[in-house]
């Protein structure tokens, strides 16, 4: 059987569902450790760039998914009794947003649009491709990418509002930093609807301890609806023996579906 017969067949079985482990190819991958029994070496060593920094290339996907599937908050990532500094028109627009329990009517993926930085990277898979001069994000959910420059560029001075926004990025030893402006304002930070306006700044770190564990300090500075700077930390498990999956988006039909509900 063909790959792509194999692949269209999993799909009519599985459908979209994120929850679906099956939904993923198991692929064997060159060049991933193994243990003496065949399987992935998660705690071997990170793989190093030609530049000798480490390697973040992998496919990834946010811890909680395995423990919280629903966890796309980003107060479950903030130290534990931990609040988002939210001012008071954060809180409103919060409130109105989760009023009905159903944040989701309203959110940007809802209608075939892209979740922004982080939300879309919870809980769907990740690959991360990095090559000399720029670092690609690949999201499996509709098949879109960012781009990250590592090539010494700056950040655009007033750039046109984009759904991922502008981001460049430097190594300090083993950590990736990224800066990221020039954000739209229509995607929520994360999956409960916490709002953001078009002057966020975001900074993430890269680490990547070994070879299957992947974790992001993202923080956040957005005057307009929040008190002061603020730091999730996420964690990232490799994906061994797999690749992504084609994840597209039918607006017309699930446009309609959230007019009925």
Same mark, same amino acid.
């Given at each position: ?89 954060? =809180? &409103?627009?919060?409130?109105? *947003?989760?009023?009905? @329990?159903?944040? +989701? ?7 075939? !649009? $892209? ?56 190594? =300090? &030893?083993?950590?990736?930093? *990224?800066?990221?402006? @020039?954000?739209? +304002? ?7 609807? !916490? $709002? ?66």
């Amino acid at each position: 059987m063909k790959l792509s017969n194999l692949v269209a067949g999993l799909f009519l079985v599985l459908g979209l569902a994120v929850t679906a482990d099956a939904q993923w190819i198991n692929l064997p991958l060159p060049g991933t450790p193994r243990t003496r029994d065949g399987k992935p070496n998660l705690s071997a060593p990170a793989p190093r760039a030609s530049d000798s920094h480490p390697d973040l290339s992998g496919l990834w996907i946010s811890s909680r998914r395995f423990t919280n599937p629903k966890g796309r908050g980003l107060e479950h990532f903030m130290p534990a009794g931990s609040k988002v500094p939210m001012l008071p028109a954060a =809180e &409103k627009f919060y409130a109105e *947003v989760t009023g009905n @329990g159903r944040y +989701d009517a309203a959110d940007p993926s809802e209608r075939c !649009l $892209p979740d922004g930085i982080p939300n879309h990277m919870l809980p769907i898979p990740i690959k991360i491709v990095q090559t000399p001069g720029l670092v690609l994000t690949l999201f499996e959910e509709f098949y879109v990418f960012r781009q990250i420059f590592t090539d010494g560029r700056t950040l655009p001075v007033d750039p046109q509002p984009a759904w991922f926004g502008y981001s460049v990025a430097h190594w =300090e &030893k083993d950590t990736l930093v *990224v800066d990221s402006a @020039g954000f739209n +304002d229509k995607t929520y930070l994360d999956g409960e609807g !916490l $709002p953001h306006s078009e002057n966020l700044r975001i900074t993430e770190r890269y680490r990547r301890p070994d070879f299957g564990h992947l974790v992001v300090d993202f923080t956040f500075t957005d005057p307009a609806y929040y008190e002061r700077p603020w730091t999730a930390t996420i964690p990232f498990d490799l994906m061994p023996d797999t690749e992504l999956m084609e994840h597209f988006c039918e607006n017309e039909k699930d446009l309609g579906q959230i007019i009925r509900k």
